[in-house]
């Protein structure tokens, strides 16, 4: 839209997004672009602001007329990112803009993309908390009144009359089941709403039921006393109530969502490890040569950019100045730190050394390595569905039928029951609902799932999610990472060969040049020299020679260290040394020529030796009949020699990250169970992308986060203990489905009546209230001999 002023067009004034204020975009001094559109901002201040979270604002609706006070600046508008949307763990296809149920299971959506923003609370966890502690303080006392008559000489019915002792019980159960109970009734009213029967159907029918049949008992024992026969009513007029039931079924219920909103609250936590290894801001270097901060977010591609010493690098980029040793082990998994000069590559999140580099950015944003890991293992974690649907699809054939069959059994003692019908038929039908509930089914999963995991834990093996061991005993298949998981992690100095002279001497020298070196291989000599024993002593004079070695003075000889080209340099004739470095670089070591006074006389080699327990543990995962793959970012040649001396035989070798993934996506492809075990970020994607991720508590946060197993210690031996205590829970599983069904399916029939023709015996709704809590009493009994499992 233009404005005509005498007859020349005006260009229109633009809005700042941040405080809403219009700006003239020909005079405006302050600009900035983003996603190829250029803003125009009042003031530096909203400028930077705008730069440091552009989605923030453009996302917002700025306000029509904002005032706009430099002093004291306006509170930006806050609005939901086009990217937080929420979805069901087991229902991926369930997308929504706000938080709430899937209207197919019923459990409790979670966001579908984490961000570095994103609050560690879970609004979920702690309504259901809340709700669930005030549900046990309220459904203690509640018990002890409903189990007061057991005890001998029954002195709380003769202090109290029965019908006080009722009223109590309501008092005390309505907020239980109507504000403690409200999600149960909320989502099975959507199920029934869906036509997606679940678990929280039966509940809320049967929390429902009982609570609402016994509120009607207590009125109609004041209002019409003579309506119940005398076989259900007390000696003091009140007939049986289930306030007890329903309050107790409620907080069991309750203390199951719990357990498993706690355990799903951290799968987000791999995701925000991963955010948190790209730095918040950026040195920018200026046309006219000028440096200064800039949030990470204002970065473009050919921006230069200054990485300091001990800084992450920003983006991806190549470097242009500078020289330096960079950290790469979150992206190759190798431990060595990479030498990079003008032209090398480096990647965002990599920790540079002790140098100081300059670099172009080529990758920002969304687009950088980092990123991608971060989206891969938000997909891997989002594609794997809880043990619960066990649960649920029982209850998509065990609700419907026990709807009918309460039905049913309302109708048939409503048509040829004994008088009074209706009251025989109401008083059946809610005893088939009651014990029909499925507070055990509730339990099932949860109670062994906690146990089980404590049991681990005792054992070192941490397991994080209850699919992991719904899955470990049935993997045919592992991936297992190189460095840090088969090996040590961290370079040492593992071989010194001295040629004519004292091998301590010689160490001593190379340590003496060495201890002047910033390079990561001198300083495992350095510290494979203390260990020895030696004392390391400067030496008198030290050059670095880029891309051969170093040399310098100590006491009265000349020293010499590096690779074939330094021994050139020197005039040293390598002969039978250089034939035993090419056998060791065949096993995998980085070696290293030591020359004195311009003479060969030896050699000092590092590795990342492999861990002591690994030949063995590798030995025990043959023995459980699993296929072992090393997945490895390292060299060819380094990884055939670790792969040789292990004895494994499929070895996959300088794989980048997105690389790992897919080798678990071709292995599931194949039809096999796949785990994969690893240590680094670089392992994070495949940790999520495999059935169950095991990472080494050794490694580093991110690993951990993105796996269901974590080994404690680091060792391999883990994996088999893992394995038995995956067969231990699942079988203790499968036995708490078993409680929690038996007394159905044996308990159901008899509170129809089934027996009422040929005995006269009907089942009180008060059996049945005890013979749905001796379900849950046997599931929990059952889980606790977990812990005397032998793993």
Known sequence: ???????????????????????????????????????????????????????????????????????????????????????????????????????????????????????????ELADMSRRFWVSTALSVPLLLIAMSDLIPGQPLQHAVSPRLLAIVQLVLATPVVLWGGAPFFHRGWLSVVNRSLNMFTLIALGIGVAWLYSTIALVLAFVAPDVFPPEYVSHGGMPAVYFEAAGVITTLVLLGQVLELRARSRTSGAIKALLGLAPKTARRIEPDGTEHDVPLESVIVGDRLRVRPGERVPCDGHVVEGRSAVDESMISGEPLPVEKQAGAKVTG??????????????????????????????????????????????????????????????????????????TYALVNAVAVLIIACPCALGLATPMSIMVGTGRGAT?????????????????????????????????????????????????????????????????????????????????????????????????????????????????????????????????????????????AVGLVAVADPIKASTPEALEMLRHEGLRVVMVTGDARGTADAVARTL???????????????????????????VAMAGDGVNDAPALAKAEVGIAMGTGTDVAMESAGVTLVKGDLRGIARARALSRATMRNIRGNLFFAFVYNALGVPLAAGVLYPLSGWLLDPMIASAAMSLSSVSVIANALRLRRVSI
């Open 349 to 422: 999140g990599t920790i540079n050394g002790t140098g100081a580099l300059v670099i172009e950015a080529e990758r920002v944003g969304a687009e950088t390595l980092l990123a991608q890991i971060v989206r891969m293992v938000g997909e891997a974690q989002r594609s794997r569905a809880p043990i619960h649907r066990l649960a649920d699809q029982v209850s998509a054939w065990f609700v419907p039928l026990v709807i009918v069959i309460a039905i049913a059994t309302f109708v048939v003692w409503l048509l040829v029951g004994p008088e009074p019908r209706f």
């Open 647 to 673: 004895h494994i035989a499929d070895v996959e070798a300088e794989v980048l990250p997105q690389d790992k993934s897919a080798i678990v996506a071709k292995w599931q492809r194949e039809g096999h169970v």
């Open 459 to 599: 054992a070192g093996v941490l397991i994080k999610n209850a699919e992991a061991l719904e899955v470990l005993s049935k993997v045919d298949v592992l991936l297992v990472d190189k460095t840090g998981t088969l090996t040590e992690g961290k370079p040492k100095l593992v071989t010194v060969e001295a040629v004519d002279v004292d091998e301590r001497e010689m160490l001593a020298r190379v340590a003496a040049i060495e201890v002047h070196s910033e390079h990561p291989l001198a300083a495992a000599i350095v510290a494979g020299a203390r260990e020895r024993g030696i004392d390391v002593r400067a030496s008198e004079t030290f050059q670095s020679i880029s891309g051969k070695g170093a040399r310098g003075r100590v006491g009265d000889a000349e020293v010499a260290v590096g690779n074939a080209a330094m021994l050139d340099d020197v005039g040293a004739n390598g002969g039978a040394l250089r034939e035993r470095a090419s056998a060791l670089r065949a096993e995998g070591q980085t070696v290293m020529f030591v020359a004195i006074d311009g003479r």
């Open 1 to 123: 839209m233009q404005e005509h002023t005498h007859g020349h067009p005006v260009a229109s004034k633009e809005r700042d997004p941040v405080c809403g204020m219009e700006v003239d975009p020909k005079t405006a001094k302050h600009r900035a672009s983003h996603e190829g559109r250029e803003h125009v901002f009042c003031s530096a201040s909203c400028r930077e602001k705008f730069v440091a979270a552009p989605n923030r604002y453009l996302t917002a609706s700025a306000p029509a007329h904002a005032a706009h006070d430099h002093g004291h600046a306006a509170k930006p508008p806050v609005a939901k990112t086009a990217s937080e949307t929420w979805t069901c763990p087991m229902h991926p296809e369930i997308v929504r803009d706000a938080p709430g149920s899937c209207p197919i299971c019923g459990m409790a959506l979670e966001l579908r993309t984490i961000s570095a923003e994103t609050s560690d609370e879970n609004p």
